[in-house]
């Protein structure tokens, strides 16, 4: 079984403070994809990267960048420069092969960014 | 290009009574999954259709189902509603039913049960 832990529940930062979301992640399967997805208050869950087990490089995407470790099975998200319009619930999830479109979600971290 | 539709938004049901909820997908679309979001157990699998086939299911009971169509559009239905079910239910749409494509969620049906 799948299993994501987002142990950070609330995070309020200053906006352009750099704000860290872990995530840490527990599967038997050598093959996994990894996930970052932002809900809004809206509502829908926005994607913003997925990795594979295979692909340990980190990435930058303007101001997010994405730590992933097989080592410490952790994939953090790190905001740079944050801006009020980043708060919002951002979940960590997880899926592997052969389980179609299932994700494992970890419990989610609220980020409120204040002016 | 219009997103992921679900209907209705926001419902009030009580106790006994079964709800049916609607999701249509992204154009083109042939995958869609259903999610549970509530403030205990936070986001989970439901089940996953492709081409009007389930082909996924999560750990719910059998008052939990689903269908779809051949517009590939899908509806959930929840019978015998408990105040457990209170949550929102996000519909999330794909091309295919692998996970190396991108998921699209809708807004999300919040369903209250009174």
């Known amino acids: 079984a799948q299993k994501v832990t987002q142990a950070q529940t609330e995070i309020s930062v200053v906006e352009k403070e750099d704000v860290t979301l872990d995530c840490v992640y527990e599967t038997r399967d050598t093959t996994y994809y990894l996930f970052w997805y932002k809900q809004p208050p809206s509502g829908e869950l926005v994607f913003l990267i997925r990795r594979n087990s295979f692909d340990e490089q980190n990435e930058i995407s303007g101001r997010y960048s994405w730590n992933f470790q097989k080592s410490t099975s952790s994939f953090n998200f790190t905001i740079t420069a944050s801006q009020v319009v980043d708060s919002a619930v951002y979940f960590c999830?997880?899926?592997?092969?052969?389980?179609?479109?299932?994700?494992?979600f970890g419990g989610g971290t609220r980020l409120m960014v204040k002016p | 290009k219009a997103g992921v539709t679900q209907t209705p938004r926001y419902l009030i049901k009580t106790r006994g009574q079964q709800v049916t909820l609607s999701c249509s997908p992204i154009?083109?679309?042939?995958?869609v999954s259903w999610y549970q979001q509530t403030p205990g157990q936070g986001l989970q699998f439901l089940f996953e259709y492709f081409s009007e086939t389930q082909r996924n299911k999560g750990n719910f009971p059998g008052r939990f189902s689903g269908r779809q169509f051949s517009n590939s559009r899908s509806e959930m239905n929840v019978s015998t509603l408990e105040l457990g079910d209170s949550a929102l239910y996000l519909c999330a749409s794909s091309l295919r039913t692998s996970i190396t494509g991108e998921l699209f969620f809708g807004e999300g049906s919040r369903l209250t049960v009174l």
């Open positions: 154009s083109g679309h042939r995958s």
């Open positions: 999830a997880l899926s592997v092969p052969n389980a179609g479109n299932m994700l494992t």
